[in-house]
DNA sequence: GCCGTTTTCGGCCCGACTGTTTTCAGTCG
């Protein structure tokens, strides 16, 4: 069984949990964690690079030790340091941890006055009212413990992008009716275009004397005020979403708004060149003793640092900066270089909307051509089509084709590749379509091997254009299936193949380091809605925030070119 | 535990809010 980065990135992350309840040093702490973020972003397997003896001490944050102790787990599939660590502290601790309020410290105090190492014992000692009386505790400690339990049970998991954008839209419509507000914008990782958001947070500026604090915590929505001050309030809404409100002074947007953009290790590394410079930043401004040089955008931000101007949905602290100071930063995709959509069922399968409505939908985009591509037959729960019902579609697609004018329907399919790799329908009818997509919607737990090369044989076949929702995976619901995606993207790159960046907010699949890996190996990418209804056309735009998560350019874009050119393009 | 043309030792990002405290530790982002 390979190792996997994500697996390395884990045990790292728990072993600086185990150390940070042992009061270790907080920066060999945070060395752990830099660590597990490294490793865990990369595109490259660890395992791949120990085997081509690459020198892990060359990644950032990796030095001997840390790359030894990647070694070790590489080879054996544990780290000896995590199992003693484990052997002192329980693991359940974890789950302690992870409550809100309740720190390394004071799980720690927990654990050693009331032997508490477990959320259900937590909830009996608060309970009993014994946690009150604990050195650095409090009455309120207690409550607020019973109150985070509570909230616990009732299961947060971050959003979905798509839930999160529908939540927020009437809370930032609320605050801008606000007196006195003059600029609004939501930061953090949903301005980042991240598949899933923990929290929201929203930046404001306002004129003096304005309500908009006491309006945040009054929002109909609000189920819990977590604080209230001047400058942050943090609330909870009934959906369980906490949201954050900073207010800061009008020159000091662009800082504030770059601060609270994040992510955390991006503005870590900003920080550190700024503070080389001895300047000092924080989300009011670049300083230089008291005086503030810069802030009011976040280009000035930047400009300090010596550095472009870094696009949100980069910093994520994966080589943006280095690029960035080199003058080599994508030109990242934008929805407007999108010339057409590569991927949409109708009411023939499993699709709410018709062909026309389809295509007119699509026209209506400004979008120069949609793919039909419904199921295969062998998807029998979506209605899948066969040889005679998909060429009664092609007729009809030709039918339509000679009354649109600057449009054109594609003929397409989602062909299923089954269990040995073969595809769901015959060359005969692949070879007269314009583009072919092929997918897997079954048998998802082969093994890692099999699967791989399941999809590898798939993409052997001719007509087989572009892998669809590569990992199959669905946010919050369903693991993708094990599947070694370096091996898919070489078997792609050598069968000239491309791959799917499926759009809808609840697949995103590919992520963004696959895209992103997907780019360096020279892949070409088709960001598609798989629109099951003309409003899920509008998906796009989820598709683009993770391409440009994934750094992808226009040109490594299938759908940023005419039909024309797509064509000689794919042509195999 | 990592890192370095100011350093191989001594640094390591910075501020708001809460709750428990009499001046600040802990937590969070």
Not at 176 to 195: L, M, P, Q, T, Y
Not at 342 to 371: P, R, V, W
Not at 492 to 517: M, S, V, W, Y
Request: a neutral charge; glycine letters at 8%; charged letters at 35%.
């Amino acid at each position: 069984m390979p190792v996997h980065n994500a697996d390395i990135a884990d045990i790292f992350n728990r072993v600086a949990e185990m150390l940070e309840m042992e009061d270790a040093n907080p920066f060999r702490v945070r060395a752990y964690r830099n660590a597990a973020r490294t490793v865990g972003g990369l595109s490259k397997s660890m395992a791949d690079m120990l085997d081509a003896d690459e020198a892990l001490t060359d990644l950032p944050g990796i030095g001997k030790d840390l790359a030894g102790k990647i070694q070790e787990i590489v080879e054996t599939g544990t780290l000896s340091q995590l199992e003693e660590l484990e052997q002192e502290t329980p693991t359940e601790l974890h789950d302690v941890l992870k409550l809100p309020g309740l720190g390394p410290k004071k799980v720690k105090t927990l654990y050693n006055e009331l032997k508490i190492d477990s959320l259900d014992a937590l909830e009996k000692a608060a309970k009993e009212k014994k946690i009150r009386d604990l050195d650095g505790f409090g009455k309120k400690t207690e409550e607020n413990i019973l109150k985070a339990l509570k909230r616990e049970s009732s299961g947060t998991q971050r959003l979905r992008l798509a839930v999160a954008e529908q939540v927020s839209k009437p809370l930032v419509d609320y605050l801008k009716r606000s007196k006195g507000v003059k600029d609004i914008a939501i930061a953090g990782s949903f301005r980042r275009r991240k598949e899933t958001v923990g929290d929201l947070d929203i930046l404001a500026t306002c004129k003096k004397g304005s309500t908009i604090m006491d309006r945040f915590v009054r929002y109909e929505d609000v189920d819990t005020v977590v604080s209230r001050g001047k400058t942050r309030s943090s609330v909870i809404l009934d959906s369980g979403l906490q949201v954050d409100l900073r207010v800061v002074p009008q020159v000091s947007y662009g800082a504030a708004l770059h601060y609270f953009t994040g992510s955390k290790a991006h503005n870590i590394a900003i920080r550190k060149i700024v503070q080389k410079k001895n300047l000092k930043l924080n989300e009011y401004g670049v300083y230089r003793g008291k005086k503030r040089i810069a802030g009011k955008t976040e280009a000035g931000v930047f400009k300090q640092a010596d550095l472009a101007y870094i696009e949100p949905e980069l910093r994520e602290d994966r080589g943006e900066i280095k690029a960035a100071r080199e003058d080599t930063l994508p030109e990242l995709i934008t929805r407007g270089d999108i010339r057409g959509d590569l991927h949409a069922h109708t009411k023939a399968t499993d699709g709410k909307s018709t062909l026309k409505e389809m295509a007119e939908s699509a026209q209506a985009l400004g979008y120069e051509y949609l793919a039909v591509s419904d199921h295969s037959r062998s998807l029998t729960v979506a209605k899948g089509l066969d040889v005679k019902r998909l060429e009664e579609q092609m007729t009809e697609i030709d039918r339509l084709n000679e009354k649109m004018t600057d449009f054109r329907i594609l003929k397409s399919i989602e062909v299923d590749i089954l269990e040995d790799g073969s595809l769901d329908l015959p060359d005969g009818v692949l070879r007269r379509l314009d583009i072919v997509t092929g997918s897997v919607h079954g048998k998802f737990d082969l093994s890692r091997k099999r699967q791989t090369e399941r999809v590898l044989r798939a993409m052997e076949n001719p007509h087989l254009h572009i892998l669809g929702h590569a990992t199959g995976r669905l946010i919050n619901e369903r693991a993708s299936y094990d599947i070694d995606m370096e091996r898919v993207l070489e078997g792609a790159k050598e069968r000239g193949c491309f791959l799917e960046l499926n759009a809808h907010p609840q697949r995103l699949d590919l992520n963004d380091i696959h895209c992103k890996t997907a780019r360096e190996a020279g892949v070409k990418i088709a960001i598609s809605t798989d629109a099951h209804s003309v409003h899920e056309l509008e998906n796009m735009r989820f598709g683009i925030g993770q391409a440009r998560r994934g750094w992808l350019e226009p040109a490594d874009v299938l759908n940023t070119r005419s039909w024309n050119d797509l064509k000689k393009l794919i042509e195999k």
